[in-house]
Nanobody, 122 residues
Framework: QVRTVESGGGLVQPGGSLRLSCTVS????????MGWFRQAPGQERDIVSA????????YYSDSVKDRFTISRSPANNTMFPQMNSLKPEDTAIYYC???????????????WGQGTQVTVSS
């Protein structure tokens, strides 16, 4: 059973930075696209970013473009979303998930982790 585990969340002041991580437990799934999502209270879960298995293709939503970057470890089993210039509206639970193909539709991802809370507040 493949597992994805997120970590690195916490409380940060506006303008601050956080580096999250998502690790995939099952080696064959290291060739999958890794997606990063967030869900604020009362809102739908939306895609934030995605990275292909090679790391050569990336996607960022308009809301985080130029502030967030995403990378993968050489072993391809860990994804690192780097979040800079954080805003209060970035407050949400952040999840990672996997897709066989490079897609940006939330419903086409599987193997969801438990999520990590990010709170941006002064």
């Amino acid at each position: 059973q493949v597992r994805t585990v997120e970590s690195g969340g916490g409380l940060v002041q506006p303008g601050g930075s956080l580096r999250l991580s998502c690790t995939v437990s099952d080696p064959p799934f290291r060739t999958y696209t890794m997606g990063w999502f967030r869900q604020a209270p009362g809102q739908e879960r939306d895609i934030v970013s995605a990275i292909s298995w090679s790391g050569g293709i990336t996607y960022y939503s308009d809301s985080v473009k130029d502030r967030f970057t995403i990378s993968r470890s050489p072993a391809n089993n860990t994804m690192f979303p780097q979040m800079n210039s954080l805003k209060p509206e970035d407050t949400a639970i952040y999840y990672c998930a996997l897709s066989r193909n490079f897609v940006t539709v939330t419903q086409q991802y599987n193997y969801w982790g438990q999520g990590t809370q990010v709170t941006v507040s002064s």
